[in-house]
């Protein structure tokens, strides 16, 4: 069975802080790797694809990177309005359905 | 482009009411699919289609039915309402599924009580 786990939970940073949310897999054979972005009451927003282990992609202030357990969403330098809950979500090699975590809670400060 | 519009956007229904959710596209997406998210659960998929006519039951089927007789639309229906059922839905299309390329693109949801 395909799992996705990311962590922490809850992240709360400081306008500039530098940070890293994490996402752990298991999943029969990698298809790809996504990142979303869900803000309070509205659909989750596409970020990023990732394919294969080493593969980064980058966008304003946030770089996804992928091993082959894990990936690591960056955020270089934050701002408030980058408070939003981040989710990852994997695709499965023989099959056509994500499995997505339960997000991180992400809030910036000034 | 309105991209994927779910209706209603809020719903109260009693226990053993039935109802519709809409979802259409206009992207000529081939892909469609129907989630549920849960506090703690992260989104779960009830069904989805890979084209008009085609549809499929993912993680958490029971008690909603499905049918894809256009590329733009497809509705989800409750057909007997529990407070179980009491959830955010999404509703998501992608243009191909093929080799990674299946990047999803939501609704705003669609928010149900079941009393």
């Known amino acids: 069975e395909d799992q996705v786990t990311q962590s922490p939970e809850a992240l709360r940073l400081q306008e500039g802080e530098s940070s890293s949310l994490n996402c752990s897999y298991t999943v029969s054979g990698l298809r790809g790797l996504f990142w979303y972005r869900q803000d309070p009451g509205k659909g989750p927003e596409f970020l990023f694809t990732l394919y294969s282990a080493g593969e980064e992609k980058e966008k304003e202030r946030l770089k996804a990177t992928l091993t082959k357990k894990e990936s690591f969403l960056h955020i270089t330098a934050p701002k408030p309005e980058d408070s939003a809950t981040y989710l990852c979500?994997?695709?499965?090699?023989?099959?056509?359905?994500?499995?997505f975590g339960t997000g991180t809670q992400l809030k910036v400060e000034l | 482009n309105a991209g994927v519009t779910q209706t209603p956007k809020f719903q109260v229904l009693k226990t053993g009411q039935s109802m519709t959710l809409q979802c259409a596209q206009d992207m000529n997406h081939e892909y469609m699919s129907w989630y549920r998210q849960d506090p703690g659960m992260g989104l779960r998929l009830i069904h989805y289609s890979v084209g008009a006519g085609i549809t499929d039951q993912g993680e958490v089927p029971n008690g909603y039915n499905v049918s894809r007789s256009t590329t733009e639309d497809f509705p989800l229906r409750l057909l007997s309402a529990a407070p179980s059922q009491t959830s955010v839905y999404f509703c998501a299309s992608s243009y191909s599924i093929a080799g990674g390329k299946n990047i999803q693109y939501f609704g705003a949801g669609t928010r149900l009580s079941v009393l």
């Open positions: 979500a994997v695709e499965p090699g023989g099959g056509n359905k994500l499995t």
